[in-house]
């Protein structure tokens, strides 16, 4: 991190971010660019106040936008960086869902775009880990997110070179769809 970067990050205060029913608002109206760029401002402590289906769904979709936008300046160190802050909103997002004994298909669709960023970084193991997590843990009630979830992990099983599991599990999808 800069020391202009560092610079601006201290200048926010608590104060300047919104409150969790405003932000949940801003997410719930689709303004993915607004919300995660408020939720980056947050301190990691307190981010468990703005735990909501919605927003966690609305930062994923900013933060792959924004690893997508750092692929093209070829900056390895700050895409490295995002992917960190991809894989903790995950993982809280994950948390909340347990907490709660609640998945919706927010989480599912979450889960799932960003597995596929995750493949498209080499990322197979932890993009493998995310997607047993969600066969695991009630995908099977959204028929159609099972299959693509499905899907994603016959194709990095085949991208691994690992084409007798990557067919094995297109059998199984084939037998009982």
């Known amino acids: 991190m800069t020391e ?3 610079q ?3 200048i926010i205060t608590e104060s300047d971010i919104i409150s969790p029913d405003k932000l949940k608002f801003m997410a719930f ?3 993915n660019d607004m919300v995660y760029s408020v939720y980056r401002k947050i301190k990691l402590e307190n981010r468990y106040d ?3 289906k919605y927003i966690f769904s609305e930062v994923i979709n ?3 936008k924004k690893i997508n936008a750092l692929k093209n300046l070829h900056n390895e160190d700050l895409i490295a960086h995002e992917l960190i802050f991809l894989k903790e909103t995950l993982d809280m997002f994950t948390d909340h869902c347990n907490n709660s004994s609640t998945f919706p298909r927010e989480y599912y669709n979450s889960i799932l775009l960003a597995a596929d960023e995750l493949t498209k970084l080499s990322e197979y193991d932890t993009a493998l880990q995310y997607l047993n997590y969600l066969l695991n843990h009630g995908v099977d009630k959204f028929p159609e997110l099972r ?3 499905n899907f994603r992990i016959a194709f990095i099983h085949n991208s691994n070179g690992e084409l007798l599991k990557a067919q094995e599990l297109f ?3 084939i037998e009982h769809p």
Do not use: V
Request: avoid cysteine; aromatic fraction near 4%; glycine fraction near 10%.
């Open 62 to 64: 900013g933060s792959i």
């Open 50 to 52: 703005f735990s909501d």
């Open 8 to 10: 601006r990050i201290s």
């Open 171 to 173: 059998s199984k999808m």
């Open 4 to 6: 202009k970067q560092e």
């Open 147 to 149: 299959m693509m979830t």
């Open 29 to 31: 109206n689709g303004e």
